[in-house]
């Protein structure tokens, strides 16, 4: 053996099974002059490799520095070896290991070679849309197990032509060894059914699909992760027959565009935006609207912005080429429900409401909606985690035990731990109902398969109704953790940004059970990972009705107008009261002084919700949230003045709404413009949260100030307090990898339910 051959094997770990990872280190071998061989494991990819020592340096450096544009390397492990003799470097089957440590890569966009190929008459895959390749396409949807193998995906029923086999082969190809590698010869196809299910005779599928969207047909398009419900967004009767058919009565619906530049005909882009709308994973981004925008108003009613996002697969870019700059791409479901994925599912659960259903044969394994993120204060902010980010990691500050945390009820998300990396599910939905339960069940069972984790702690909720709490309940291995909402709120920033010891916390949402049995929302808390104190809260008033006067803000209006004005608040000159009606309103006032169906809120959510109901903007809602947000829409920029704030002394400290609601109700009558009243109230929540973390800093030496729950999703809170909190002098925390919503808080649980002692 020559005494200058060395020989090292590398053990990579990350996302490197699926992205062109082995056709990269064989070519960077070669170029190398080195020999040995590549392949897939369980435990990520091994390489064992031999030749010139300096060579061999060279390569491992290059082997980082350079991965595939979908790589990540997470862990690189080498250890030096005997040389073999090796005459050449090849790619070799894969095999399992002893555990299953690599990571699942996630669905990204069509690549800009493969585009180019699709519109290329010349090319064999001219107008094909299911088109591939190393770089780009479907990954997590289609996975069934690992390692990420053809066998092992939907990709099994469709057997390689000879030119794709080729192309898998060649070493020097684009598609070598790309595992979704299909052609028009051997690969998935489109067909078009009726609404009754029955196939339309069409040459050509998506020309039809676009006929049938120019004369205002609602179409069910399938695509990676589930169903589209897509119809033309500027037709205003198209749009408002999608609604009246879906239940979904004012929420915002996404708009599809094929470029940059039709976005801008509706939305304002800056650089930063255009950037994230073109990303591989190709979110939902949302946008501020222009005030003459070519979209149909109902799109995005009394909302600022809209939801835009551009086509990710080959057919949304060959059904957009069909000559529209914009389509409602809203998720392909019945309200409250989770997306269809299954052609069969699709045609059932989606009759009635799609016209025409755009269908293909490859199946999708697994759910993933499309995730949703805006752009607030400098950052990227994931308000949906799905299809593009997951099944990416969280990486965690350290090592914790193998754990399952089954989230909340609604935005349910679930998370698996393993070793220092936090596995959050694609965004399941509220779990109200049997087919969102039983996605949650289905989740559950497929990441737990493939991470090859067998959770030895479960955590969960403590609302004893909650389905995920009562699912974890019911498991007869692993021992149950139950954590408080707002600590998992609070602990699931702290994971994401790997903190330790102990921080302020603000942990503001609609609503979450409280140790005291009641529901708390308004809430500033003492914590690390191990446990809490509950330091100040927003002071409690009766949610009259219970979860009606969540869907009814003005129920809230009238309990906080009695806590704030006692018997007077009858007799105040408020629009909202008089087209209320008086026997209503003595019902719900009678209800909360009884203290009957009316459990004690501390919650933000709901102070917002009374204040848009005093103001005249929303009496009810079509959906959660829905009041808080169109008060944020009005705020006005440039506003100085504040509402008036203060706090009872006591532990814990008690943050009183009486003089802001007294603030709004003087300039609500005086006719002060809701804009101005909406930028002085989130200006008085600003100075009332510094005030209190600068007096807990002086208590407590806390000088690291957590910001996490649903309310943060107003852009203009979390903006406005993260910069008053910094010029204070705090370390300001906020979400960016995971959802502020409740959609975040399964790592709450997880990192919590570690921790407990």
Known sequence: MDARIAARRLRVN??????????????????HGLKGEVGNT????????????????????????????LARITELRASDREPRGLQTFRIVESRHGASMQTLIPPDVAVCGDCLAELFDPADRRFRYPFINCTHCGPRYTIIADIPYDRPKTSMRDFAMCAACRAEYENPADRRFHAQPNACPVCGPRLELRDAAGERLEASDPIAAAAARLRQGAIVAVKGLGGFHLAVDARNARAVARLRERKHREEKPLAVMSPDLAAVGTYAFVDEAEARLLSRPERPIVLLRKRPESPLAPGISPRNRRVGAFLPYTPLHHLLLAEGFPALVMTSGNRSEEPIAAGNEEALARLSGIADVFLLHDREILRRCDDSVVQRVAGKTRLLRRARGYVPQPVFLSRRLPALLAVGAELKNTVCLVKGDRAFLSPHIGDLENLATYEVFCETIAHLERVLDIRPEILACDLHPDYLSTRWAEEQPEGVLRRVQHHHAHVAACMA????????????????????DGTVWGGEVLAADAAGFERLAHLACVPMPGGAAAIREPWRMAVSHLQAAFGAEWSRLELAFLRETGEEKLRTVAALAAS??????????????????????LRRRVAFEGQAAMELEMEAAEGVAEAYETEWEEGSPRRILPGPILRGVVADVIRGRPVCEISARFHNGLVRVFVRLCRRLREERGLSRVVLSGGVFQNARLLEDLSRGLAAAGFAVYSHAQVPTNDGGIALGQALVAASAA
């Open 42 to 69: 369980s435990e990520g990819v091994l390489i064992d490799i031999e030749g010139d020592p300096e060579q061999l340096e060279a390569f491992e450096a290059e082997l980082v520095a350079h991965t595939p544009p």
């Open 595 to 616: 203290g009957i169906n009316a459990p004690l809120t501390s919650s933000l959510g709901r102070l917002f919700d009374a204040v848009a109901a005093i103001v005249g």
């Open 496 to 515: 994401e940004h790997r903190l330790e010891g102990p921080v302020i916390g603000i942990a503001c949402d609609g609503t979450g059970y409280g140790p």
């Open 14 to 31: 990350g996302i490197v099974q699926g992205v062109g990872f082995r056709p990269f280190v064989y070519q960077l071998a070669l170029r």
